[in-house]
């Protein structure tokens, strides 16, 4: 079972910042891609963005400007900066690996247990 861990989630005020983190194994076969996904109350889970082993990355347009990813692959660790918060933003954020530079879902086979991010107005 591959393990992957976010952490960071926490409360904040609109427009407040937070950094997200996730930890995962070495090795993850066939996956070379990191993502990060959001579910709302109420709402289907959607990608946020996602970045490859080289730093090639993508963004929901409703984040971008706003969020950040990046990755330290020395540490095995990915993080999303969420700068400009908006309680839209409010939810579940997932880090998940995956097969291609896609906000897809079905391009991810691991993913983490999530960490709760909730903006207040």
């Known amino acids: 079972q591959v393990q992957l861990v976010e952490s960071g989630g926490g409360s904040v005020q609109a427009g407040g910042s937070l950094n997200l983190s996730c930890v995962y194994p070495?090795?993850?076969?066939?996956?070379?891609?990191r993502g990060w996904f959001r579910r709302s109350p109420g709402k289907a889970r959607e990608g946020v963005a996602v970045?490859?082993?080289?730093?090639?990355?993508l963004y929901a347009d409703s984040v971008k400007g706003r969020f950040t990813i990046s990755r330290d692959n020395s540490r095995n660790t990915i993080y999303l900066l969420l700068n400009s918060l908006i309680p839209e933003d409010t939810a579940m954020y997932y880090c998940?690996?995956?097969?291609?530079?896609?906000?897809?879902?079905?391009?991810?086979?691991?993913w983490g247990q999530g960490t709760q991010v909730t903006v207040s107005s």
């Open positions: 998940a690996a995956g097969r291609a530079l896609s906000l897809v879902e079905r391009w991810y086979d691991n």
């Open positions: 070495k090795y993850i076969h066939g996956s070379t891609y």
């Open positions: 970045i490859g082993y080289g730093g090639d990355s």
